[in-house]
């Protein structure tokens, strides 16, 4: 089962190149699930392979699928998802694409993994220090934060003096939606630390503030 599935997908993406678009991607995608077994244990081994090949296409459908079959959101996967973080994550874009697909719904389910968290925000990678703010955001039709603040503030606390771009742009993000759950909390934060933090994420954390408030911190 499991080698005819890869064997189909490797036709599928290998066979499509240059015309690999985003509509040909969700067909597959589409037809692709309708072939995977149906015990989880068994779909573990099949995604960990394909993300092992370390290439986008493959990367996408897994995260999709993951989305989709939710029953792939146990604790008891969280090595293999983790492992992806540190081993596979190399571009923004994959890890805003990992956290809103896998790792925020995990770390939503099990508060536990928020000790996790803590560690990717000290982690000598980028990406996986990226992961520990986006991981806090919830991704849907909008995003939204439905941490609580004082995990919030704790990564924000953790990275605040992180001097890589994408990582000061996934705090600004974060403070963002936190902003919309926590206004009285994230403004006071915001202003007691108006010369602590990056200008850049001072500027994404003002983006959902009403106009008074961004004049008003911004000006201090």
């Known amino acids: ?9 490797e036709r599928e993406i290998e066979g499509s190149t240059g015309d690999y678009t985003a509509s040909v991607a969700d067909e597959v995608a589409r037809k692709g699930y309708s072939l995977l077994p149906a015990q989880e244990e068994d779909l573990i081994l099949i995604f960990n392979e394909l993300v092992d090949k370390g290439e986008w296409p493959y990367f996408w459908l897994v995260t999709q699928w993951i989305k989709r079959k939710k029953s792939m959101y146990q604790l008891k996967f969280m090595p293999y998802y983790e492992d992806w973080l540190y081993q596979h994550i190399h571009s923004w874009g994959a890890c805003d694409c990992f956290c809103g697909r896998v790792l925020n ?15 990717w925000a000290e982690s000598k990678k980028t990406y996986v220090r990226r992961a520990a703010p986006v991981s806090l955001i919830q991704s849907g039709r909008s995003f939204r934060v439905n941490q609580d603040k004082e995990k919030v503030f704790a ?31 994230v403004y006071l934060y915001l202003k007691n630390n108006v010369r602590n933090l990056p200008r850049i994420v001072f500027r994404y954390a003002l983006e959902k503030t009403p106009d008074s408030v961004r004049e008003e911190l911004m000006s201090l």
């Open 105 to 119: 719904p995990m770390v939503e389910k099990y508060p536990e993994l928020f000790s996790r968290v803590l560690v």
């Open 155 to 185: 990564i924000v606390e953790k990275l605040k003096n992180d001097g890589e771009i994408h990582v000061q742009k996934g705090l600004g993000w974060l403070l963002k939606y936190a902003y919309l759950a926590y206004p009285d909390d």
């Open 1 to 9: 089962m499991a080698r005819k599935i890869l064997d189909w997908l």
